[in-house]
């Protein structure tokens, strides 16, 4: 796998100019995330977080703009050949297949697999903690397992871009730990593009570069964590956070500083 690590360097991802509704919800999305950075996506439940990764990926179509990924114009694309990859809160695998299966089918939809596939979604179990787990089924796994299966079958997709939306949400705080470590791990390995929806904003301040905050179906300010949690986001994003969490984030940057 390590040979590919080249190809799944990351692109940048730029939403030029992109309105969309439903209904009466309006979108207006004009950002670009730079290549190879972690962004955390934050902003109040309602926002537009998960509606920006659907554009993304291809789920909804711009009624205007365009979607650009390395550059090029994906706008009409489908999701299936988008250079992506998308992780959600749940309902990630499909629970008649095996883990082994359901990591397979990020190199091959119909699992016709080769040995050398075999070997990388071996790899891919074993770098996420799921060696000797291979045969069960997903009702057999804790939701944690059942997030690194989804992390298993975004290694072996090795897609430039990945996207997640409050993947680690329904689990609890140490286990999310874990799992944003694993998180900074792949990056670190692969390189890619990471667009990272949470409503925790301790994740965002654990493993982004930067931020992309959103109110009300638009971006309402964009910067790097750092700024964001010395204070420097805007007064809507405080108010997000609230007096209290911002005091004891800052107490947590402080302690990892030192
Ligand atoms: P977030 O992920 O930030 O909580 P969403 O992007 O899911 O917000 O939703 C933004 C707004 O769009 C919400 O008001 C929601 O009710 C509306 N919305 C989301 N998905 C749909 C849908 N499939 N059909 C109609 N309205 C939707
Ligand atoms: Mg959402």
Same mark, same amino acid.
């Given at each position: 796998?390590?040979?590919?690590?080249?190809?799944?360097?990351?692109?940048?991802?730029?939403?030029?100019?992109?309105?969309?509704?439903?209904?009466?919800?309006?979108?207006?999305?004009?950002?670009?995330?730079?290549?190879? &950075?972690?962004? #955390?996506?934050? !902003?109040?439940? $309602?926002?537009? /977080?998960?509606?920006?990764?659907? @554009?993304?990926? =291809?789920?909804?179509?711009?009624?205007?703009?365009?979607?650009?990924?390395?550059?090029?114009?994906?706008?009409?694309?489908?999701?299936?050949?988008?250079?992506?990859?998308?992780?959600?809160?749940?309902?990630?695998?499909?629970?008649?297949?095996?883990?082994?299966?359901?990591?397979?089918?990020?190199?091959?939809?119909?699992?016709?697999?080769?040995?050398?596939?075999?070997?990388?979604?071996? &790899?891919?179990? #074993?770098?996420? !903690?799921?060696? $000797?787990?291979? /045969?069960?089924?997903?009702?057999? @796994?804790?939701? =944690?397992?059942?997030?690194?299966?989804?992390?298993?079958?975004?290694?072996?997709?090795?897609?430039?871009?990945?996207?997640?939306?409050?993947?680690?949400?329904?689990?609890?705080?140490?286990?999310?730990?874990?799992?944003?470590?694993?998180?900074?791990?792949?990056?670190?390995?692969?390189?890619?593009?990471?667009?990272?929806?949470?409503?925790?904003?301790?994740?965002?301040?654990?493993?982004?570069?930067?931020?992309?905050?959103?109110?009300?179906?638009?971006?309402?300010?964009?910067?790097?964590?750092?700024?964001?949690?010395?204070?420097?986001?805007?007064?809507?994003?405080?108010?997000?956070?609230?007096?209290?969490?911002?005091?004891?984030?800052?107490?947590?940057?402080?302690?990892?500083?030192?």
């Amino acid at each position: 796998m390590s040979d590919k690590a080249a190809d799944g360097k990351g692109v940048p991802v730029r939403l030029d100019k992109v309105s969309f509704s439903y209904g009466e919800a309006l979108f207006a999305f004009d950002v670009e995330f730079a290549a190879g &950075e972690i962004t #955390a996506i934050l !902003g109040p439940s $309602g926002s537009g /977080k998960s509606t920006l990764l659907n @554009l993304v990926a =291809g789920f909804e179509t711009p009624g205007s703009g365009r979607v650009l990924i390395g550059g090029a114009d994906i706008s009409g694309e489908p999701p299936a050949v988008r250079p992506v990859s998308m992780v959600f809160q749940e309902n990630n695998l499909f629970a008649h297949l095996s883990v082994e299966q359901n990591v397979g089918l990020g190199r091959s939809p119909s699992l016709r697999l080769a040995d050398a596939d075999h070997a990388d979604i071996a &790899e891919a179990l #074993a770098r996420t !903690g799921l060696a $000797g787990k291979e /045969k069960r089924l997903p009702r057999e @796994l804790s939701g =944690g397992e059942r997030q690194r299966v989804a992390l298993a079958r975004v290694l072996v997709r090795d897609r430039p871009v990945l996207l997640l939306d409050e993947p680690f949400a329904s689990l609890g705080p140490a286990l999310r730990d874990d799992m944003l470590d694993l998180v900074s791990g792949l990056h670190a390995e692969r390189g890619m593009t990471v667009l990272f929806v949470t409503h925790q904003p301790q994740d965002a301040r654990r493993v982004g570069q930067k931020v992309v905050f959103l109110d009300n179906g638009a971006v309402a300010a964009t910067g790097t964590t750092d700024d964001f949690f010395a204070g420097a986001g805007p007064e809507a994003f405080r108010r997000y956070i609230g007096a209290g969490a911002g005091d004891a984030l800052s107490r947590d940057i402080a302690r990892k500083r030192t």
